[in-house]
């Protein structure tokens, strides 16, 4: 008999398919989307977060990797590489931007990726680290297995929209910084840390 309850996306799915080099991505928001979804963590629906305030779109589909979250271990290696004494992660699942050629309507879904390399954000004094990855088959970008297959001007479009979705005209200095971008082999890394990190935090 098939179950009828929905799994949590964040709590009910492994981060990773079985015997895959692919993580599960839940996406949240997709770049034609004129609103900020996002998931309410109880109930494990999508809700609109606030209007988007400016013409900027999010460059890729966005969302999160299943049991994961960003606490004591990412903060901690988060700042053993920028120089940061007691970084914390921002208490929420690992981020995931997800590279497809191909246009999406709407978010709510689960799809497999395979994780390139990440973008390490630092956010009110917060780890709020980005995963890089790209749509499993994807014609455009699933070739691309590291950082360095991505585009100089593409990598720096996801950097200028993160260091400016959140900043309001007028609002003096910036609340974010990209402290750095790194590989394939950091990105697999943060992913476990984080991956511990939930463990500790929801299963003891």
């Not at 890729?60 to 994961?68: C, Q, V």
């Not at 070739?143 to 593409?154: E, G, I, N």
């Not at 200028?160 to 974010?176: E, N, S, V, W």
Request: hydrophobic share 35%; with cysteine.
């Amino acid at each position: 008999m098939v179950s009828q309850v929905r799994a949590h996306p964040w709590h009910g799915l492994p981060p990773r398919p079985e015997d895959s080099e692919c993580i599960n991505a839940f996406i949240e928001i997709v770049p034609a989307d004129e609103v900020k979804f996002e998931l309410d963590k109880p109930s494990g629906l999508l809700r609109i977060d606030r209007p988007q305030q400016y013409s900027s779109r999010y460059p890729a589909l966005y969302g999160l990797i299943p049991r994961t979250y960003c606490g004591v271990r990412v903060g901690a290696r988060s700042g053993e590489r920028i120089g940061v004494k007691d970084l914390k992660g921002d208490g929420d699942p690992m981020d995931v931007l997800v590279l497809t050629e191909a246009p999406v309507a709407h978010g709510g879904f689960l799809c497999r990726a395979r994780p390139i390399g990440g973008v390490r954000m630092i956010d009110r004094d917060e780890a709020d680290d980005k995963i890089l990855a790209v749509l499993e088959g994807d014609l455009a970008y699933g070739h691309f297995r590291d950082l360095a297959d991505v585009p100089p001007a593409l990598l720096e479009r996801l950097r200028h929209y993160f260091l400016t979705y959140k900043q309001i005209p007028g609002d003096g200095a910036p609340k974010i910084r990209i402290a750095e971008t790194y590989d394939r082999a950091e990105a697999l890394r943060m992913l476990q840390l984080s991956i511990e990190d939930y463990r500790e935090r929801f299963a003891g």
